[in-house]
């Protein structure tokens, strides 16, 4: 089993920037990809972006590209994402998630492709 935690989530102004941290406890050998989601009140859970454990390319999806960058550190067990230019729309409970196996290269980041899920962190932008 592997335990992930988030952090970092808060209230932030239009414009402003927030960094979410996930922490990965216990089998993290297992991991093969991770990734950020977000869900806001009466919407489907999105992916916002993924990277692969051992490192490479990060996928983002279009709403967040030029403006969130994931990044990892295997050495901490810990994956980030860094949100700038936030806007209203970012608002939303943001989850960590880990993937065991290999994701597809086309739309990685679907919630069925993931095994391991954190508690979420509540991201707030007002305008």
């Known amino acids: 089993q592997v335990q992930l935690v988030e952090s970092g989530g808060g209230s932030v102004q239009a414009g402003g920037s927030l960094r979410l941290s996930c922490a990965a406890s216990?089998?993290?050998?297992?991991?093969?990809?991770m990734g950020w989601f977000r869900q806001a009140p009466g919407k489907e859970r999105e992916g916002v972006a993924g990277i692969y454990a051992g490192g490479g390319s990060a996928t983002y999806a279009d709403s967040v590209k030029g403006r969130f960058t994931i990044s990892g550190d295997n050495a901490k067990n810990t994956v980030s994402l860094q949100m700038n230019s936030l806007n209203t729309e970012d608002t939303a409970m943001y989850y960590c998630?880990?993937?065991?196996?290999?994701?597809?290269?086309?739309?990685?980041?679907?919630?069925?492709?993931?095994?391991?899920w954190g508690q979420g962190t509540q991201v707030t932008v007002s305008s």
């Open positions: 998630a880990a993937s065991r196996g290999p994701v597809p290269f086309i739309s990685p980041l679907r919630p069925p492709h993931f095994d391991f």
């Open positions: 216990g089998a993290t050998y297992d991991i093969y990809y």
